[in-house]
C-alpha cells in the first residue's frame, strides 16, 4: 500500500520560514520525530498538531491534506 500523504506539516513549516530543529525544540520531541511527521511516516496526535497550529500561528486545518476534491 503506498503511502498517503494526510498532513501538511512539511509545507507549512517553509511557508513560515521555520525548520524541523526549531519545531521540535519547542514540543520537546527529537529532530527524527518532526522528520517522520514530515514525510508523513507517521502522524501526530490531535494534541500536538494543536500545539504546532499555535507554534506556527496557523489554523489547525491548514496542517491537513484537505479531503475535498
Known sequence: MAKQ????IKSVLA???TNNKELASHLGKTESTVSRW????????????FEISKFLKV??????????K
Not at 38 to 49: F, G, H, M, R
Not at 59 to 68: A, V
Open 59 to 68: 489554523d489547525i486545518r491548514e496542517l491537513l491534506i484537505s479531503t475535498e
Open 5 to 8: 500523504n494526510l498532513n501538511r
Open 38 to 49: 514530515c514525510t508523513n511516516e507517521v502522524q501526530p496526535s490531535v494534541e500536538t498538531l
Open 15 to 17: 511557508e513560515k520560514n
